[in-house]
């Protein structure tokens, strides 16, 4: 008969430690793909949320000062209001941001004034000698509808106009009423604030353009940070991209430029604190340390260069 012969002890070691090994790289061929998914989500997030900050940024900064006197002086006297955003240094202005949420930022803080198409056009040519004058036109802008009834209209953006072929450019004009004639044409009536002493050109099928302003920078938003705007309508600032943890502004006025840098999180919070070359690329070149709750996140760093057609 055959001797029965049990397992050594040595032997149920080796076997142990085998299929430990195996289950390892099982396990390990599971969850790499899983670690990869993640990684691409955050990428995939980051991406979104600074092409989303271009977004909103892109059609501002490429209308910027269209009309409008560049310099920081004539852009004040031309509107010849005290208020927002017909006080600020032009129609393009960079600073710092110092909040106590954020923190000290340089250029992190911009202002831009810019146009918005109408699609209302004038229906003959004006000479315009005095500050006021009535312009027969096709349609009427949509921003007039928006305007809220105030005891200062002039210190509503949405009543103020550009001409697109006006000359001499660069002369603002606030809207005063709206009247039809006997066969049902559409006249808006304006107003200069300031003007030379030359006549003013108004030509025949000129676009008349609306005038829009908004400010932007980073605040804190609960845990986490946000891109927050303020468009100069009455509604204050608002939440527009969550997940952006710093922006960036810098002008480049003699090649008409505006760089903007963004640093935005990625989809997933991870318990320890994550390191990337985007962290440190930011570290050095801004001298920021980056907030404690940010670090457990994937960052990402993304730039976009914006031209300044109108400067």
């Excluded at 208020?83 to 000290?104: E, H, M, Q, V, Y």
């Amino acid at each position: 008969m055959k001797k029965s012969r049990a397992f050594s002890l040595v032997e149920l070691l080796v076997s142990s430690m085998i299929a430990s090994m195996l289950l390892f790289g099982l396990a390990g061929m599971v969850y790499l793909p899983i670690r990869l998914m993640q990684h691409n989500d955050d990428i995939d997030a980051a991406l979104s949320r600074a092409e989303t900050v271009f977004s909103i940024l892109r059609n501002p900064l490429e209308y910027c000062g269209y009309g409008l006197p560049k310099d920081e002086t004539a852009y004040r006297e031309y509107f010849g209001v005290s208020a927002s955003p017909f006080n600020w240094p032009g129609p393009l202005s960079i600073s710092l941001s110092d909040r106590k949420d954020t923190g000290r930022r340089d250029n992190a803080s911009c202002k831009i004034t810019y146009a918005t198409e109408t699609k209302c056009r004038t229906l003959s040519q004006e000479i315009v000698s005095g500050d006021r004058f009535k312009v027969g036109v096709s349609g009427t802008p949509s921003q007039l509808l928006m305007g809220a009834k105030d005891a200062a209209p002039e210190t509503i953006i949405q009543n103020w106009f550009v001409f697109g072929a006006m000359m001499p450019r660069c002369v603002p004009a606030m809207y005063t009423g709206k009247s039809a004639d006997a066969e049902g044409n559409t006249y808006l009536s304006f107003k200069f604030k300031k003007l030379d002493s030359e006549p003013v050109s108004i030509p025949e099928n000129d676009e008349v353009f609306g005038l829009r302003a908004i400010e932007c920078e980073i605040r804190k938003r609960n845990d986490d940070f946000a891109l927050f705007t303020n468009d100069q309508t009455g509604s204050g600032w608002q939440p527009r991209v969550d997940g952006v943890i710093d922006i960036r502004f810098a002008l480049d006025r003699e090649k008409r430029l505006v760089t903007v840098d963004t640093l935005t999180r990625g989809a997933h919070r991870y318990k320890t604190a994550v390191t990337s070359g985007a962290q440190e690329e930011w570290r050095k070149k801004y001298g920021e340390v980056i907030p404690e709750e940010s670090r457990h996140y994937r960052l990402a760093a993304n730039t976009a260069v914006f031209e300044l057609k109108n400067f």
